[in-house]
């Protein structure tokens, strides 16, 4: 066991610690950190998307009054090569898509920066490029590993002859969309070399992870670099990766030496520069007995990544660990193309792999004339399918039971097509939810009482908006035995103790358990009567049941659909999820971490698309009119329940990670809601009202 | 170009010269340091620079400054701060309600929805009807459709939605008590 901690500030529901800050608008993000007389970087990206820069024309930006200077690849300083080819910025004339930067200018004003940016001519030399995303392509090719470090291709008996013997089969191909995480915030960095070094006020989700990937290319020691994010404006994992403005800003407060230079990207810039999720194709096989027992299972995933930089979602992850059956087979396939660089997008893997398969699951419950909510329990593994390990906790039976008490499952008509009201066809649907839990040993805190007796906790973790300035609050009163009041916490610079990136769910169980760590150990020192000066610092260690244990959350999700007979309009009013997810730190801002990530896979399911034009390599509808996020009219009633779940293995907190799973599943339910609601079978996404009128 | 101007921004008068290109939203965030209504589009898109401009909430970046000379400006930070300037403490009741009702994550759209939200409720009071009031003629009644409907120009990318509306429906009810 891992010693778990007694609860006493921990499963209260303060509000926000950062709030008052937050609701005034007072609380400084990146761009609003005060420096003295910055200057402003605007970028300049290729409009070709293979090919080489031959010449560029600066003489016209240059001319005009309060332009500093122009960057670009015949004049940037040196980059150390070979490290991150995303982030080694005009080190060459070679364009890989479009939109990459290939210049900047710097100047006094933003307005003079955007108008001289625009001054500058580039002539190219293009050359002929491929960005045509499909399944069908025969250069695909077979990853080394997919998003982490996990093994590309798993299979488990013979799925082919399972499938051809089974007397209920589904075997159908789904598809999700290009879709962008789009923070509110835009990803901005403000940067200050001087003689001290390097400090990056920066909007990420990591202020030691951006250390670690920026340093080495700029050639620094990371000792000499710091950045600093006390209030981050969303990130949903494109804040999670160095991108290339980063190195950009850095590059120009090089130049400047010593003036500060702010550079804030455009919405529209965010479409090229910042990542997105890889669209995906997923050819999905259940076969199945008479009574809905799988006997075999397999997801085949196509997906593209960037000829410049790999990155292989994680797609068929989910499909391992979710059911049981005898025989199993997940498979990634890429396709390089001269497109932008994908990277992680909320639940990367999970999210778009338990589209395809959750939705097959409702076609097998519909050919087996089965509740889909009673399938899934029917295949509900003793042990972790792919590893055969126990699971530390894992109570999906109890979430999809409990979610349909709470939503009424039982009052459901089977068929589809089957309730008309007032013009609309209502339909309600069910899908699971799961989300690992992931954990960063060697995460480091820092517990000292102040010279006028507070306890200060200081630790390098970042609230991107999940509630970390106030969980980790709760959780350092109690590990040290001391009402929250008087606790301060310190959190979003490097020059606090190493920690990892709010990302993979795992802010309040890396950040959490170092700073019971530092808190245990600072009472073993210093006992009950520690005074002010006194100061303990502590890393994580490796978790030991993490190789005895398979470490999930799970979940169900629960929605009610409306499709217009006519015009094919679809609506969610009403979406409702139940969690198993461990021990819950603080129920307010818990419920909104979970409520957004519903919300967001609601927006997935009907709205969200980057529409890619392949002759010329750039999204379309890169703005927040063209491509729609879900707004305040299109998000009803949305309500998250989750289970009084123990887990003594994952870590001391018990807890298993909330900010993804929201999201892992939505889409799914909707999916199934629409077909109960129309009796039409939508495998892609999104749902536009296209899609039911066909 | 430039131009000399004056704003009222929180009840405190600045004078400045702008380049006549200048949006009020850059007026405000580079010009006078005033960061409470934040830039997430530049395009009108978002909402999430929204203020009080002359007591109407509006989208800064889509307001040229030099075309605002003399006006008054409400930023959340000086909503409800009264005659003494602005506090250190939340002063409107909208704020109390968000805080209450986690109508935020990130809080990177907060003060917009939050400036948006009072310029709504003023609109409501005047009897302003929207796309889904019943009956234009009648007064409408602020139940979560209309406030819904109302907000949808403020995106939050965190997914608040359901706090925010309860937060203004909280905040609207004790207005009609």
Request: net charge negative; with cysteine.
């Given at each position: 066991?891992?010693?778990?901690?007694?609860?006493?500030?921990?499963?209260?529901?303060?509000?926000?610690?950062?709030?008052?800050?937050k609701v005034t608008g007072?609380?400084?993000?990146?761009?609003?950190?005060?420096?003295?007389?910055?200057?402003?970087?605007?970028?300049?990206?290729?409009?070709?998307?293979?090919?080489?820069?031959?010449?560029?024309?600066?003489?016209?930006?240059?001319?005009?009054?309060?332009?500093?200077?122009?960057?670009?690849?015949?004049?940037?300083?040196?980059?150390?090569?070979?490290?991150?080819?995303?982030?080694?910025?005009?080190?060459?004339?070679?364009?890989?898509?479009?939109?990459?930067?290939?210049?900047?200018?710097?100047?006094?004003?933003?307005?003079?920066?955007?108008?001289?940016?625009?001054?500058?001519?580039?002539?190219?030399?293009?050359?002929?490029?491929?960005?045509?995303?499909?399944?069908?392509?025969?250069?695909?090719?077979?990853?080394?590993?997919?998003?982490?470090?996990?093994?590309?291709?798993?299979?488990?008996?013979?799925?082919?002859?399972?499938?051809?013997?089974?007397?209920?089969?589904?075997?159908?191909?789904?598809?999700?969309?290009?879709?962008?995480?789009?923070?509110m915030e835009?990803?901005?960095?403000?940067?200050?070399?001087?003689?001290?070094?390097?400090?990056?006020?920066?909007?990420?989700?990591?202020?030691?992870?951006?250390?670690?990937?920026?340093?080495?290319?700029?050639?620094?020691?990371?000792?000499?670099?710091?950045?600093?994010?006390?209030?981050?404006g969303?990130?949903?994992?494109?804040?999670?990766?160095?991108?290339?403005?980063?190195?950009?800003?850095?590059?120009?407060?090089?130049?400047?030496?010593?003036?500060?230079?702010?550079?804030?990207?455009?919405?529209?810039?965010?479409?090229?520069?910042?990542?997105?999720?890889?669209?995906?194709?997923?050819?999905?096989?259940?076969?199945?007995?008479?009574?809905?027992?799988?006997?075999?299972?397999?997801?085949?995933?196509?997906?593209?990544?960037?000829?410049?930089?790999?990155?292989?979602?994680?797609?068929?992850?989910?499909?391992?660990?979710?059911?049981?059956?005898?025989?199993?087979?997940?498979?990634?396939?890429?396709?390089?193309?001269?497109?932008?660089?994908?990277?992680?997008?909320?639940?990367?893997?999970?999210?778009?792999?338990?589209?395809?398969?959750?939705?097959?699951?409702?076609?097998?419950?519909?050919?087996?004339?089965?509740?889909?909510?009673?399938?899934?329990?029917?295949?509900?593994?003793?042990?972790?399918?792919?590893?055969?390990?126990?699971?530390?906790?894992?109570?999906?039976?109890?979430?999809?039971?409990?979610?349909?008490?709470?939503?009424?499952?039982?009052?459901?008509?089977?068929?589809?097509?089957?309730?008309?009201?007032?013009?609309?066809?209502?339909?309600?649907?069910?899908?699971?939810?799961?989300?690992?839990?992931?954990?960063?040993?060697?995460?480091?805190?820092?517990?000292?009482?102040?010279?006028?007796?507070?306890?200060?906790?200081?630790?390098?973790?970042?609230?991107?908006?999940?509630?970390?300035?106030?969980?980790?609050?709760?959780?350092?009163?109690?590990?040290?035995?001391?009402?929250?009041?008087?606790?301060?916490?310190?959190?979003?610079?490097?020059?606090?103790?190493?920690?990892?990136?709010?990302?993979?769910?795992?802010?309040?169980?890396?950040?959490?358990?170092?700073?019971?760590?530092?808190?245990?150990?600072?009472?073993?020192?210093?006992?009950?009567?520690?005074?002010?000066?006194?100061?303990?610092?502590?890393?994580?260690?490796?978790?030991?049941?993490?190789?005895?244990?398979?470490?999930?959350?799970?979940?169900?999700?629960?929605?009610?659909?409306?499709?217009?007979?006519?015009?094919?309009?679809?609506?969610?009013?009403?979406?409702?999820?139940?969690?198993?997810?461990?021990?819950?730190?603080?129920?307010?801002?818990?419920?909104?971490?979970?409520?957004?990530?519903?919300?967001?896979?609601?927006?997935?399911?009907?709205?969200?698309?980057?529409?890619?034009?392949?002759?010329?390599?750039?999204?379309?509808?890169?703005?927040?009119?063209?491509?729609?996020?879900?707004?305040c009219?299109?998000?009803?009633?949305?309500?998250?329940?989750?289970?009084?779940?123990?887990?003594?293995?994952?870590?001391?907190?018990?807890?298993?990670?909330?900010?993804?799973?929201?999201?892992?599943?939505?889409?799914?339910?909707?999916?199934?809601?629409?077909?109960?609601?129309?009796?039409?079978?939508?495998?892609?996404?999104?749902?536009?009202?296209?899609?039911?009128?066909? | 170009?430039?131009?000399?101007?004056?704003?009222?921004?929180?009840?405190?008068?600045?004078?400045?010269?702008?380049?006549?290109?200048?949006?009020?939203l850059?007026?405000l965030?580079?010009?006078?340091?005033?960061t409470s209504p934040k830039k997430g589009c530049?395009?009108g898109q978002c909402g999430t620079c929204t203020v009080l401009l002359?007591?109407?909430r509006a989208t800064t970046c889509?307001?040229?400054?030099?075309?605002?000379?003399?006006?008054?400006?409400t930023t959340s930070a000086?909503l409800?701060?009264?005659?003494?300037?602005?506090?250190?403490?939340?002063?409107?009741?909208l704020?109390?309600?968000f805080?209450?009702?986690?109508g935020f994550?990130c809080g990177y759209c907060t003060p917009g929805q939050i400036c948006s939200a009072a310029g709504m409720?003023?609109?409501?009071?005047?009897?302003?009807?929207?796309?889904?009031?019943?009956?234009?003629?009648?007064?409408?009644?602020?139940?979560?459709?209309?406030?819904?409907?109302?907000m949808?120009g403020n995106l939050c990318?965190?997914?608040?939605?359901?706090?925010i509306?309860?937060?203004?429906?909280?905040?609207?009810?004790?207005?009609?008590?």
């Amino acid at each position: 066991m891992t010693g778990l901690l007694r609860p006493s500030a921990v499963g209260r529901s303060p509000v926000r610690v950062d709030g008052p800050a937050k609701v005034t608008g007072r609380a400084p993000y990146a761009y609003e950190q005060p420096v003295r007389e910055p200057a402003y970087v605007h970028p300049v990206q290729a409009t070709i998307a293979r090919g080489r820069v031959t010449a560029i024309h600066t003489g016209a930006a240059l001319a005009l009054d309060g332009v500093l200077t122009v960057l670009t690849p015949e004049n940037a300083p040196h980059l150390e090569r070979g490290i991150d080819p995303e982030l080694e910025i005009l080190q060459s004339p070679d364009v890989a898509f479009r939109g990459q930067l290939v210049g900047a200018v710097v100047a006094e004003t933003p307005e003079v920066a955007r108008q001289a940016a625009g001054l500058v001519r580039i002539e190219y030399e293009r050359a002929e490029h491929d960005c045509v995303f499909s399944a069908d392509r025969t250069d695909l090719y077979r990853p080394e590993v997919v998003n982490p470090s996990l093994p590309t291709d798993t299979s488990d008996g013979d799925v082919g002859t399972a499938l051809r013997d089974a007397e209920r089969t589904v075997v159908a191909t789904y598809t999700t969309a290009m879709t962008h995480n789009n923070p509110m915030e835009p990803h901005t960095t403000v940067a200050v070399w001087d003689d001290d070094g390097l400090t990056l006020y920066d909007s990420t989700q990591g202020v030691h992870a951006m250390r670690e990937s920026v340093a080495p290319v700029l050639g620094l020691d990371p000792g000499v670099v710091r950045v600093v994010a006390p209030y981050v404006g969303g990130g949903f994992g494109s804040k999670g990766t160095a991108h290339a403005h980063l190195v950009l800003a850095a590059l120009a407060a090089k130049r400047t030496a010593g003036r500060p230079v702010k550079l804030a990207l455009t919405r529209q810039q965010m479409f090229s520069l910042v990542g997105y999720r890889t669209p995906t194709v997923q050819r999905v096989g259940l076969g199945a007995d008479p009574d809905g027992r799988l006997t075999a299972l397999s997801v085949d995933v196509v997906e593209q990544t960037a000829r410049i930089k790999e990155f292989a979602e994680q797609t068929g992850v989910p499909a391992r660990k979710v059911y049981a059956a005898p025989n199993r087979r997940t498979t990634h396939r890429l396709a390089a193309l001269d497109v932008p660089v994908p990277s992680w997008m909320r639940a990367p893997g999970e999210c778009p792999g338990m589209f395809g398969p959750e939705v097959a699951m409702d076609e097998l419950a519909q050919a087996c004339d089965i509740d889909p909510v009673e399938l899934r329990i029917r295949n509900e593994p003793e042990t972790d399918p792919e590893t055969g390990l126990p699971f530390s906790s894992r109570d999906l039976v109890g979430c999809l039971r409990e979610g349909a008490d709470r939503f009424g499952w039982r009052r459901r008509d089977p068929r589809p097509r089957a309730r008309l009201e007032d013009g609309w066809w209502v339909g309600t649907g069910v899908a699971s939810s799961t989300y690992p839990v992931h954990a960063s040993p060697g995460t480091t805190a820092t517990v000292r009482i102040s010279p006028d007796g507070r306890y200060e906790v200081l630790i390098g973790a970042v609230d991107i908006g999940t509630g970390a300035w106030t969980a980790l609050t709760q959780i350092a009163a109690d590990a040290l035995g001391v009402p929250a009041e008087d606790v301060h916490l310190h959190i979003g610079d490097t020059d606090l103790p190493e920690a990892p990136v709010a990302g993979g769910s795992s802010g309040t169980t890396n950040w959490g358990s170092a700073i019971v760590a530092a808190a245990r150990s600072f009472r073993e020192k210093y006992g009950p009567d520690a005074g002010p000066g006194d100061e303990h610092t502590a890393s994580t260690a490796e978790n030991p049941f993490a190789q005895r244990y398979a470490m999930r959350a799970f979940g169900a999700q629960f929605a009610e659909v409306r499709v217009h007979a006519d015009t094919g309009e679809i609506r969610v009013p009403r979406l409702l999820g139940v969690f198993a997810a461990g021990r819950i730190v603080n129920p307010r801002t818990a419920r909104s971490q979970l409520t957004g990530g519903m919300t967001m896979g609601l927006s997935m399911a009907l709205h969200e698309e980057s529409v890619f034009d392949d002759r010329f390599g750039f999204v379309v509808n890169h703005d927040l009119a063209e491509y729609h996020i879900a707004t305040c009219a299109d998000v009803r009633s949305v309500e998250a329940y989750w289970r009084d779940e123990h887990d003594p293995y994952v870590n001391p907190m018990g807890t298993k990670g909330i900010g993804e799973i929201g999201i892992v599943g939505t889409a799914a339910a909707i999916a199934n809601a629409a077909h109960h609601a129309t009796g039409a079978r939508v495998r892609d996404l999104p749902m536009t009202p296209d899609k039911f009128c066909e | 170009m430039d131009a000399d101007i004056t704003l009222t921004v929180d009840g405190e008068r600045r004078a400045l010269t702008v380049d006549t290109r200048v949006t009020l939203l850059d007026a405000l965030r580079d010009r006078l340091g005033v960061t409470s209504p934040k830039k997430g589009c530049d395009h009108g898109q978002c909402g999430t620079c929204t203020v009080l401009l002359d007591g109407r909430r509006a989208t800064t970046c889509l307001a040229f400054a030099v075309a605002h000379d003399g006006a008054e400006i409400t930023t959340s930070a000086g909503l409800g701060a009264g005659d003494g300037g602005v506090g250190a403490e939340p002063a409107h009741p909208l704020h109390r309600a968000f805080l209450e009702h986690d109508g935020f994550q990130c809080g990177y759209c907060t003060p917009g929805q939050i400036c948006s939200a009072a310029g709504m409720l003023a609109e409501a009071e005047a009897g302003w009807p929207s796309a889904v009031t019943p009956d234009v003629a009648e007064r409408p009644a602020l139940d979560e459709a209309e406030i819904r409907e109302r907000m949808s120009g403020n995106l939050c990318r965190c997914g608040a939605y359901p706090g925010i509306v309860a937060a203004i429906l909280g905040v609207a009810e004790g207005r009609r008590t």
